[in-house]
């Protein structure tokens, strides 16, 4: 997956009409599902209004009082991509109650560093790395948000919804996400390449969720060859409905969480997002399959507490690591079984640079260039191979990349998708770049 970070603007919506607070507004009295006012004009109810506002929900996202198994969650949901919303799923974390503190994450987890991004609608921006401390001394004055991966000391105060502990779930998850902001924040629309579980420790978000189905009327941006994400460039405070009536006829879902609660948001689906008062949030995302595998379901203790710690994550990040590698893809499908597929579709025994190079062309190359390997696609390439290559032998048998490890594929990983935010060498780890 490439990553497809939502960039958030400080627009607090209450009801239907036109207009805004402070960006550090705290309240969160919100109605929501906003109220639709009839248009007193012969313009479309809902024109100029935020997203929402132009046509009456369907109803809430099922809710369930907690967590279905593995199986059930398959089965009713995961399956068929049918978004769910769980009440009070992670009340026995610690963070719910710990996080609830800036001293308490400060003292705790203060030396460790996140990536910060400001409250507006630059999405050629890219975001910037700083510590924990540094971004809660001055968040609460400026406009930042955090959006980055949970860092490895502080999965251990989160908790794994039974969903997710046995089967092809948990074999797949990918990373989790930390979010924290302060003041009323809303996202653009749009879906994600993953399955996610958005979990709330504090304050209060609202989902707006549409099916992927209705992607043609909702203005989308031209999604990058092979990545999983997109956006709408509808204008989420203000949908001109005489330049895009079809709007109105798009239906909806929706939801609220409060702290404890989680919800899932399935691969593909759309959803705009709104916070409230002092925000944090983990999200826990994970590659999408065609089947499951619960093999191992009738003997794992899925009613076991289980922290997020004690359950493997192919990207993570602990203090001192050069990158905070988040929205990558998943290696082992996309790197591993791609290579090894593509060796028993040549019948080959060895992964050579011409072979290689047939990949590179299949995936990296862009559906905007004439397909042909060009002079810098060939340092690439040279560069990624040798990578592989640990034995420089000029080839890759098939056990040699079968028992590869996982860290030499996310180096390559890096290559064709470069990391989301700055980069440090040792000696830059005390530093605090700027926004």
């Given at each position: 997956m490439l990553l497809s970070t939502i960039l958030l603007a400080h627009t607090f919506i209450s009801v239907c009409f036109l207009g805004t607070t402070t960006s550090k507004d705290m309240r969160m009295d919100v109605v929501f599902p906003p109220v639709v006012e009839p248009s007193d004009s012969a313009l479309p109810d809902g024109h100029l209004l935020p997203l929402g506002?132009?046509?009456?929900?369907?109803?809430?996202?099922?809710?369930?009082?907690?967590?279905?198994?593995?199986?059930?969650?398959w089965n009713l949901h995961a399956k068929d991509y049918v978004p769910l919303v769980y009440r009070q799923a992670i009340t026995k974390a610690p963070a719910v109650t710990n996080w609830q503190n800036d001293e308490y994450i400060r003292e705790k987890y203060g030396d460790l560093d996140v990536l910060v991004e400001k409250k507006n609608e630059d999405r050629g921006a890219r975001p910037t790395r700083m510590?924990?401390?540094?971004?809660?001394?001055?968040?609460?004055?400026?406009?930042?948000?955090?959006?980055?991966?949970?860092?490895?000391?502080?999965?251990?105060?989160m908790q794994v919804p039974r969903s997710l502990l046995c089967g092809t779930f948990k074999k797949s998850i990918l990373e989790s996400n930390l979010w924290l902001s302060a003041g009323g924040t809303t996202s653009l629309l749009h879906y994600d390449a993953d399955h996610n579980l958005h979990c709330l420790i504090s304050g209060r978000k609202d989902f707006i969720m549409i099916d992927s189905k209705y992607d043609d009327q909702l203005v989308m941006a031209d999604k990058r060859q092979y990545s999983g994400s997109s956006f709408s460039h509808l204008d989420m405070d203000r949908i001109d409905l005489l330049a895009y009536p079809q709007v109105s006829d798009v239906p909806w879902t929706w939801a609220t969480l409060l702290p404890g609660d989680c919800i899932f948001i399935?691969?593909?689906?759309?959803?705009?997002v709104r916070s409230y008062g002092r925000s944090v949030a983990a999200t826990i995302m994970w590659d999408t399959v065609k089947k499951f595998n619960d093999s191992d379901c009738a003997t794992a203790d899925i009613d076991t507490y289980t922290a997020l710690s004690d359950v493997q994550l192919q990207w993570t990040y602990?203090?001192?690591?050069?990158?905070?590698?988040?929205?990558?893809?998943?290696v082992e499908i996309e790197l591993r079984e791609a290579l090894l597929n593509l060796m028993a579709q040549r019948n080959s025994t060895k992964l050579t640079k011409e072979l290689f190079t047939i990949f590179y062309e299949q995936v990296v190359v862009d559906e905007d260039e004439d397909g042909d390997i060009t002079e810098g696609h060939m340092k690439v390439i040279n560069k990624m191979f040798g990578i592989l290559d640990k034995s420089k032998t000029?080839?890759?048998?098939r056990q040699e990349l079968e028992s590869l490890d996982i860290e030499v594929l996310k180096d390559v990983a890096r290559i064709i998708d470069e990391p989301h935010g700055p980069v440090r060498e040792n000696d830059d780890v005390n530093k605090r770049d700027e926004l």
């Open positions: 506002c132009q046509r009456e929900p369907d109803g809430p996202v099922k809710e369930y009082a907690e967590p279905l198994t593995p199986i059930e969650f510590t924990l401390s540094n971004f809660l001394d001055n968040y609460q004055l400026e406009d930042w948000y955090v959006v980055s991966l949970l860092p490895d000391p502080m999965r251990a105060e399935p691969s593909g689906y759309f959803h705009q602990k203090k001192g690591d050069k990158s905070i590698d988040m929205g990558f893809f998943n000029g080839y890759l048998m």
